[in-house]
């Protein structure tokens, strides 16, 4: 059973513009979420975080938003860069127990 | 300081063989994951080590599969008698108290 999903395997997105990433969870005890970003060959690297008691945490360009009635969380980048081309994992936990990841959005900025 | 270390970078081994993969997490780092993602797949969770707890097993595929951490420190992940279906990439990562984890580059596993 999946605990946390990204749905879209992938996503392309012209440069400059807004890239929105989503993730559903169908675990109500989750209380913290984490989006990692990951490159070829390389470990992800944490990049953003929100707890439950939140509904919005922002970090630059990067914004995560969670819904929690609809269990839901997103990762928007603003403006959208040549860099952020890269593998995005969302991910949530339950206090200090481990965390789940989902199966990653491979995120393509177009020139 | 250093980063979470894995070796080998990369293993070549013949269907059949014992492979052992070796994680090095960062210093004081008091939880320690290894996960697997095979070819176009998401990270799968295989175990997780929290301080002197026991560990959580149930990511572990099969009874090939097992893991030690010695001293709270350095882990092992040990598969036998691999199969074609255990080529992925074995990350590990490490975490003090609270969420953060901190991931190595990986072991890229081919069982020919």
């Known amino acids: 059973d999946q605990q946390v999903k990204q749905n879209s395997p992938s996503l392309s997105v012209q440069e400059g513009r807004i890239s929105i990433l989503n993730c559903d969870y169908t675990?109500?005890?989750?209380?913290?979420f984490l989006w990692y970003k990951k490159y070829p060959a390389e470990g992800p690297t944490f990049l953003i975080s929100i707890s439950s008691i939140k509904d919005k945490n922002e970090d630059g360009r990067f914004t995560v938003f969670l819904n929690k009635s609809a269990k839901h969380l997103s990762l928007h980048i603003v403006p959208s860069q040549p860099g952020d081309s890269a593998v995005y994992f969302c991910?949530?936990?339950?206090?200090?127990?481990?965390?789940?990841f989902g199966k990653g959005t491979r995120l393509h900025i177009l020139p | 300081g250093a980063g979470v270390s894995q070796s080998p970078s990369n293993k070549v081994t013949e269907k059949g063989k014992d492979v052992e993969l070796r994680c090095d997490p960062i210093?004081?780092?008091?939880?320690l994951y290894w996960y697997r993602q095979s070819l176009g797949q998401g990270l799968e969770f295989l175990i997780y080590f929290q301080g002197n707890s026991a560990p959580d097993k149930s990511g572990l595929p099969s009874d090939r599969f097992s893991a030690e951490r010695t001293g709270g420190s350095v882990s092992t992940l040990t598969i036998q008698r691999t199969q074609q279906e255990d080529s992925a990439v074995y990350l590990c990562?490490?975490?003090?108290?609270?969420?953060?984890?901190?991931f190595g580059a990986g072991t890229r596993l081919s069982v020919l």
């Open positions: 210093s004081g780092h008091t939880a």
């Open positions: 675990n109500s005890m989750f209380d913290y």
């Open positions: 990562a490490s975490t003090s108290w609270g969420h953060i984890q901190y």
């Open positions: 991910a949530a936990s339950v206090r200090d127990d481990k965390i789940i």
